[in-house]
């Protein structure tokens, strides 16, 4: 089991940064692939990015590639969400999830096991 926390959501102006955090407890987290997703009102989560268990090898959504950048500190269990030039369609709940199945794509909603509460960003124009 892991459980995990997310951290460092508010409101911000667009072109403006954030950087969350997701703190995991529990055994195993340097094991598992980390996502982020969001998701905004009315509509339904997407994937945000992902990274390795190594932090080798990471992916991002054509929407934020370029602007946001996913990290890992195994040793602090915990994975990063650079975000920077923020803009109004930003604005969503982002949750980590750590990545239990191989079935599918990397980008796929159930491929994530354990889950975030989520952290609130609110990008204002």
């Known amino acids: 089991q892991v459980q995990l926390v997310e951290s460092g959501g508010g409101l911000v102006q667009a072109g403006g940064s954030l950087r969350l955090s997701c703190a995991a407890s529990?055994?195993?987290?340097?094991?598992?692939?980390m996502g982020w997703f969001r998701q905004a009102p009315g509509k339904e989560r997407e994937f945000v990015a992902q990274?390795?268990?190594?932090?080798?090898?990471?992916y991002y959504a054509d929407s934020v590639k370029g602007r946001f950048t996913i990290s890992r500190d195994n040793a602090k269990n915990t994975v990063y969400l650079q975000m920077n030039s923020l803009k109004p369609e930003d604005t969503a709940v982002y949750s980590c999830?750590?990545?239990?199945?191989?079935?599918?794509?990397?980008?796929?909603?159930?491929?994530?096991?354990?889950w975030g509460q989520g952290t609130q960003v609110t990008v204002s124009s």
């Open positions: 529990g055994r195993g987290f340097s094991k598992y692939a």
């Open positions: 990274i390795s268990w190594s932090g080798g090898n990471t």
């Open positions: 999830a750590a990545r239990t199945r191989f079935s599918g794509s990397y980008y796929g909603i159930d491929e994530y096991g354990y």
